[in-house]
């Protein structure tokens, strides 16, 4: 096993991108034998799986998500001052058996209040939430000596401890706390935080079911809030881009800072605790930025359900970039798909296939078609998977035939197909090849359903679920 392999733990695990993003580091910053995986541990597995990481020599390191940034605290050996005053770690260096427990959320606070010329030093602050996350924000705003900062939040008690927690540490700001049901007076605000999840992709509303647009709303009238003139909003989210807190907050005439900057500041720091600050760093930001607003889209399906022409229309819709992986294999071997089936078989094809689409995996602003088996390599569908989002175009059986038809040269893997006369038996064979890649095919982030769509149907649909 490589000896540089980092795992993020959690649960759930499965809309991490930190995958993606360490494994586009480690493509441009020449770690070719750094592997990077994602491992769902539930609360009761966290002791046994920090005992074999300690005891191994493998692993060098971990991000940590929840529901174990502050559990991990009683199992590791040493904390950094910041994860120690704030309760919670979220990477963990290994060295020889020790483990070390770091809070890289202070960091990507600083950078980015700093990078958007936020400068909070006796200003005021109204943060929304009071978990780990406030309790970040609450450690910057006092060690940079914030006037005041405001707490809001449903479970007031939970508000009030971390009030008197941090009162205790920096003493020169006025820490307060207020439940969302209280009538209260503030002074001209000056940031604007949300810490909750409100609004994240996937949590649309709150658990009464109240849109996040009109619970953001109705923070500001309740509460009457008021902002100084250059006041920012800060959303600590960052999928999507433009919160609905965001989108309030602009309303309002503030300046938006959105989670993403905060997150590449936050990798780009855990890479350096792993591996050491390099010169290299600070100039792929840009790139690793650009790779996270613009992830390539990833086109699968049978042969026939469209991938290279509607690629090729969604590339222009998008103005990026179209890879037709197919064309590159020919281009690459110099000889056709056919001929290199009959001469070196299909395994010296998925060969080829693997590495072209490992070249290109982490290339932002790419639409890139595969072809209908690229996913039954497992490493190539990891690879997919990690580095941009999938998207299966589906077809029917009958639908297939009578595209495939059309085409003048058959793939080898249809010969068997057309070789039968009985419409009723080319489609049968073409359900059990589908039934066949069907796992590989539902791995996909989207699902469209082609069979009555147009190309031009098919890029809308798509364009509106990623």
């Not at 994602?38 to 060098?60: M, S, V, W, Y």
């Not at 994860?83 to 070390?100: H, P, S």
């Not at 059309?406 to 009985?422: C, K, T």
Request: glycine residues 8%.
């Amino acid at each position: 096993m490589t000896q540089n392999q980092a795992v993020v733990i959690g649960s759930p695990i499965s809309h991490s991108l930190s995958p993606g993003i360490f494994s586009f580091l480690a493509s441009r910053l020449g770690k070719f034998d750094f592997n990077y995986q994602a491992q769902k541990i539930e609360p009761e597995e966290l002791d046994n799986f920090l005992r074999e990481f300690k005891r191994g020599t493998h692993i060098i390191g971990l991000n940590v998500t929840i529901p174990h940034k502050e559990t991990i605290l009683k199992l590791l050996n040493q904390l950094s001052p910041a994860a120690q005053t704030i309760g919670a770690v979220n990477v963990v260096q290994r060295q020889a058996e020790i483990l070390y427990g770091h809070n890289t959320d202070v960091h990507g606070i600083i950078w980015t209040l700093k990078n958007h010329q936020c400068i909070v030093k006796e200003k005021t602050a109204f943060i929304l939430g009071a978990g780990g996350a406030a309790r970040s924000i609450a450690f910057v705003l006092g060690s940079q000596k914030a006037k005041q900062v405001q707490f809001l939040n449903n479970d007031l008690d939970r508000a009030e401890s971390l009030v008197r927690k941090f009162t205790s540490i920096f003493p020169e700001t006025r820490f307060q706390a207020g439940s969302l049901q209280g009538k209260y007076k503030f002074p001209p605000i000056d940031l604007w935080a949300n810490t909750t999840p409100l609004g994240m992709a996937g949590v649309p509303t709150t658990q009464a079911g109240q849109p996040a647009l009109d619970y953001f709303t109705q923070i500001y009238t309740t509460h009457g809030l008021t902002f100084s003139e250059r006041s920012h909003a800060f959303d600590l989210i960052y999928r999507p881009e433009e919160t609905p807190f965001l989108i309030v907050a602009k309303k309002l005439g503030l300046k938006p800072i959105g989670g993403l900057d905060m997150l590449v500041e936050q990798a780009l720091q855990t890479w350096g605790i792993w591996f050491g600050n390099t010169p290299e760093l600070e100039h792929i930001r840009p790139e690793l930025m650009d790779y996270l607003r613009n992830r390539p889209l990833f086109l699968t399906g049978f042969m026939g359900a469209g991938k290279s022409t509607v690629g090729a229309l969604l590339a222009r819709k998008l103005g990026w970039q179209l890879l037709d992986i197919d064309l590159l294999i020919e281009r690459e071997a110099q000889m056709s798909i056919s001929e290199i089936f009959k001469k070196d078989g299909e395994s010296r094809f998925r060969e080829i296939e693997s590495q072209i689409i490992r070249k290109f995996a982490f290339s932002s602003r790419t639409v890139i078609a595969l072809g209908g088996g690229a996913l039954s390599n497992t490493a190539t569908r990891n690879i997919i998977k990690k580095s941009g989002q999938l998207v299966f175009l589906s077809a029917q059986p009958s639908t297939l035939v009578e595209r495939l038809r059309r085409v003048p040269n058959y793939r080898p893997l249809l010969e068997s197909v057309f070789a039968e006369e009985n419409p009723d038996e080319q489609r049968l064979k073409i359900s059990m090849l589908l039934k066949q890649r069907e796992e590989s095919y539902f791995s996909a982030t989207l699902k469209v359903e082609t069979d009555h769509l147009s190309p031009e149907e098919i890029i809308q649909k798509i364009i509106e679920n990623i």
